[in-house]
């Protein structure tokens, strides 16, 4: 399950790290981010070495802007506070798209 974010204080602290962390932008109204909550808990069971949160995009329209948030749900990669990944809704529609985007920065964990 993924632990939700809900400042930009914690924001800041979870990107910051060594270690890399996956953050969902997503909004309440959202059907795609409603199709990807019956996969995702799957998917994620499969890189069990990373950490996933999310973030209502709705509620921080900085960090939306900042990171180029253009559709939802997204999918961002970060390491050292640098985004090194964005995986846009257009192509996080199914199991395997996004399976395949997270092996990719996470390979040793398949």
Same mark, same amino acid.
């Given at each position: ?21 996956v953050?969902?932008? &997503? ?8 199709? *990807? ?5 799957? $998917?994620? @069971? ?13 509620? &921080? ?8 948030? *253009? ?5 961002? $990669?970060? @390491? ?10 257009a ?5 395997e ?14």
């Amino acid at each position: 399950m993924a632990e939700d974010i809900m400042n930009k204080q914690q924001f800041d602290k979870h990107i910051a790290g060594k270690k890399r962390v996956v953050i969902k932008f &997503f909004a309440d109204w959202c059907p795609d981010c409603k199709r *990807m909550a019956f996969f995702i808990e799957s $998917v994620l @069971k499969e890189f069990s070495s990373f950490t996933f949160y999310q973030i209502n995009r709705d509620n &921080f329209p900085e960090l939306t802007e900042q990171y180029e948030v *253009m559709e939802i749900p997204s999918l961002l $990669v970060f @390491k050292n506070g640098i985004k090194i990944g964005h995986l846009h809704s257009a192509n996080a529609k199914t199991p395997e798209e996004v399976t395949d985007f997270l092996a990719g920065y996470f390979t040793n964990t398949r």
